[in-house]
């Protein structure tokens, strides 16, 4: 999935992402993701959405080898 970021919590790892059609939803970062990268309003993202307990989850795929 491709999207955008609306609000992020870099204390938190978690915030808003909005995507198709401009529908928002709330997720945190995946732990294989987390240490290495926080994320910035209105960055675009490429993204897997993964469902954990009753959270949902993203994990980023790098736009370029760097990213990581």
């Known amino acids: ?3 955008r970021v609306k609000w ?3 204390e938190k790892s ?10 928002s ?7 294989t993701t ?5 994320l910035c309003e209105n960055q675009e993202i490429e993204f897997l959405l ?3 307990d009753s959270s949902l989850y993203i994990k980023l795929i790098p ?6």
């Not at 736009?63 to 990581?68: A, E, L, T, V």
Request: net charge positive; with cysteine.
């Open 63 to 68: 736009q370029k080898p760097q990213d990581f």
């Open 25 to 31: 939803i709330f997720a945190h970062l995946d732990e």
């Open 34 to 38: 987390k240490p290495n990268k926080s």
């Open 50 to 52: 993964e469902k954990k």
């Open 1 to 3: 999935m491709k999207g």
């Open 14 to 23: 978690c915030g808003f992402i909005e995507y198709n059609n401009h529908e």
């Open 8 to 10: 992020w919590s870099k």
